[in-house]
């Protein structure tokens, strides 16, 4: 099966569900997209962000979302940046994390599967 997730707010809480729910769906051998639409794109961000949470997770034995994204990709899930939110941040793909391609939702549809907004 496919399952694609779609990320929309730039929470970091969602950005972690998100990340976690793809991991374990890629952990059960399915192929998995995280998509982050429009201003989520922040949440793909390869520097620190002001609301990254990292000592508190770290004290917990918890992964931060710069661990998060890393274990993500290196479990084969595709993160596609949306390429509206990236014009709307200013951002381009060399801004983001490792791996990070640029996409857009009608090439995230076309792939199929089930979709999970967070």
């Known amino acids: 099966m496919r399952l694609t ?8 809480a969602r950005a972690r569900a ?26 793909l961000a390869a520097a620190p962000r002001g609301d990254d949470d990292g000592a508190a997770l770290a004290a917990a034995g918890l992964p931060d979302r710069l661990a998060l994204l890393g274990m993500a990709r290196e479990a084969g899930v595709a993160l596609i940046a949306c390429q509206t ?21 009608v090439s995230v549809l076309q792939t199929g599967g089930r979709l999970v907004t967070v």
Do not use: P, R
Request: charged share 15%; no cysteine; aromatic share 2%.
């Open 18 to 43: 998100a990340l976690s729910l793809a991991l374990a769906a890629a952990a059960l051998g399915e192929e998995v997209t995280l998509f982050a639409h429009e201003a989520a794109v922040a949440l």
């Open 85 to 105: 939110g990236l014009a709307l941040a200013d951002l381009a793909l060399g801004d983001l994390a490792e791996g990070v391609e640029a996409g857009g939702l």
């Open 5 to 12: 997730v779609m990320l929309i707010a730039t929470e970091d």
